[in-house]
């Protein structure tokens, strides 16, 4: 079993910044990729950004430019730093890592955390 913490969210005005981190704990081995994903209410969870552990990123369109993924694999975290921060950028930001161990991937969520933007 793989344990995701999220810290970092909050409120901020639109043009903020904010930063989001995953720190992974437990069965950490074979961790491959480890991205975020978000929820805005009535609507459904999307990619924000990955990272593999070779470094290849990966960002939705919405983001491109503004937020920068990145990690540290000695650590095991993963961080998202937003900048220039919309309002439609509100949404609970979950933290997901995928490993792969005896030819199986597993995928684990953390708990989320709020980013509220206001205008």
């Known amino acids: 079993q793989v344990q995701l913490v999220e810290s970092g969210g909050g409120l901020v005005q639109a043009g903020g910044s904010l930063r989001l981190s995953c720190a992974a704990s437990g069965t950490i081995n074979s961790i491959n990729v480890m991205g975020w994903y978000r929820q805005a209410p009535g609507k459904q969870r999307e990619l924000v950004a990955f990272?593999?552990?070779?470094?290849?990123?990966n960002y939705a369109d919405s983001v491109k430019g503004r937020f920068t993924i990145s990690r540290d694999n000695a650590k095991n975290t993963v961080n998202l730093q937003m900048n220039s921060l919309k309002p439609e950028d509100t949404a609970v930001y979950y933290c997901k890592v995928d490993r792969t161990a005896w030819g199986k991937s597993y995928s684990y969520w953390g708990q989320g955390t709020q980013v509220t933007v206001s205008s």
């Open positions: 990272i593999t552990s070779g470094g290849i990123t």
